[in-house]
């Protein structure tokens, strides 16, 4: 008998991405693993029926997909009415939300499902080729300079022409994580004059190495995992006086930084915002966790005094083909560890597989989700 991996159709609005593209069918589909695909999942990113089908999908028309498959990979959590069709003891693969909403894991757990988040796959380098927080966060850093450039009234480069010389844009980079580094290398490519800053002091190197300049505030907030930890109030004051300056001097401003399970840092506050220059522009990444910015709206486009903030939401969703083929391999990789023999291991002693999980044999295994349950939140 054959081990079934089912990719149903995304659900949450505006969302273009798929969990498998057909390239990753192909290395897949075999005589022990069957691929069911519902149909029109992969038409926003641009992969049609035919093209599942003849990578060696099987093509169905609707989710009952759900309820005969061994395997569910999702890039989003799957709705109530997709939890209801669930098999039991399935193995559930993608975003979980685990910081935001843990209302699911009750029923994950009650069908026995081993559930693994995307979210908590560890930053350790035998898990990068499984990173997907980062495959998309580089594709949200990219974007998210190509939508500074259209909302931005200036040329990013220099322009020397007949009827004069054009200064370039003056780009400030607030965060260079995985989405930040993206983001200077696009400003660069268009030619503009990038600066960038981050709490981690460890990010120096890299981001000169991109040909931008690194606003030194001399905080180092290193905290676990890669991450960073969070300013105390006394950093905060002296990170704020420091990039003010920066701020002001910005014709875009591309916010990045994030603590993960945490509320974005603000950053930038409305008084920044009224010192910049008329026509600036602030995109800001960190949107659904509330924006580093003040004045930030998810999903919405705020002019103040002639500064335009946008706050845009789920960005990857927007280059749907390159980050469902990057999303895909993330997956893919992440299932070479449990496919074994032509049969399902879930290993609890690889680390990946342990940090990873949220319910498994009937339990809440994560134990900040634990918690977070206990406590009703
Ligand atoms: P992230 O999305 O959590 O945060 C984005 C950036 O914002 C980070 O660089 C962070 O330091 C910065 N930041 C947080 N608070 C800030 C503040 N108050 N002011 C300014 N900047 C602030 O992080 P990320 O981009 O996903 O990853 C961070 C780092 O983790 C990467 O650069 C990399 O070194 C490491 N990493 C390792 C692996 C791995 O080994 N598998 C995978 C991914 C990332």
Not at 16 to 23: E, F
Not at 25 to 35: E, M
Not at 176 to 188: E, H, K, P, S
Not at 201 to 208: I, L, R, T
Request: proline share 3%.
């Amino acid at each position: 008998m054959s081990i079934v991996i089912s990719v149903p159709a995304e659900t949450r609005i505006g969302e273009k991405r798929v969990s498998l593209v057909p390239d990753i069918v192909k290395k897949l589909a075999s005589t022990a693993i069957s691929v069911h695909v519902q149909s029109g999942a992969g038409e926003h990113a641009g992969y049609s029926d035919d093209d599942y089908a003849a990578a060696g999908a099987q093509i169905c028309q609707d989710d009952n997909l759900l309820a005969t498959a061994d395997v569910v990979l999702t890039v989003n959590p799957l709705n109530n009415d997709q939890l209801q069709k669930l098999r039991e003891n399935c193995i559930l693969i993608g975003y979980q939300n685990p910081w935001t909403d843990t209302s699911r894991f009750e029923q994950l757990r009650a069908k026995q499902v081993s559930s693994l988040s995307m979210e908590m796959v560890p930053r350790i380098s035998r898990a990068q080729a499984m990173d997907a927080l980062s495959s998309q966060a580089s594709i949200a850093g990219y974007k998210a300079v190509l939508i500074a450039a259209s909302l931005s009234g200036k040329f990013f480069p220099m322009l020397t022409t007949a009827a004069g010389t054009v200064r370039p844009s003056k780009v400030l980079i607030i965060g260079a994580g995985v989405a930040g580094l993206q983001a200077i290398a696009t400003a660069r490519r268009l030619g503009s004059m990038v600066e960038a800053y981050d709490v981690r002091a460890a990010v120096k190197e890299q981001v000169e190495s991109l040909g931008a300049k690194f606003v030194d505030i001399d905080i180092k907030a290193e905290g676990s995992g890669g991450y960073a930890r969070e300013l105390t109030a006394e950093e905060k004051q002296k990170q704020q006086d420091i990039l003010a300056r920066h701020v002001a001097a910005a014709d875009v401003v591309i916010c990045t930084a994030a603590i993960p399970g945490k509320a974005s840092p603000r950053i930038i506050t409305t008084d920044m915002v009224n010192a910049m220059k008329g026509g600036a522009v602030i995109v800001d990444l960190a949107a659904e966790g509330g924006g580093n910015c003040e004045l930030t709206q998810a999903g919405e486009i705020v002019v103040h005094q002639r500064v335009t903030i946008y706050g845009p939401v789920n960005v990857p969703a927007t280059v749907p083909n390159h980050a469902s083929e990057l999303y895909a391999k993330n997956l893919f990789n992440l299932l070479a560890l449990m496919v074994r023999d032509d049969a399902l291991v879930v290993d609890l002693e690889d680390q990946i597989i342990r940090d990873s999980l949220i319910t498994h044999g009937g339990e809440i295994v994560n134990a900040a989700v634990r918690e977070r349950m206990q406590a009703g939140n």
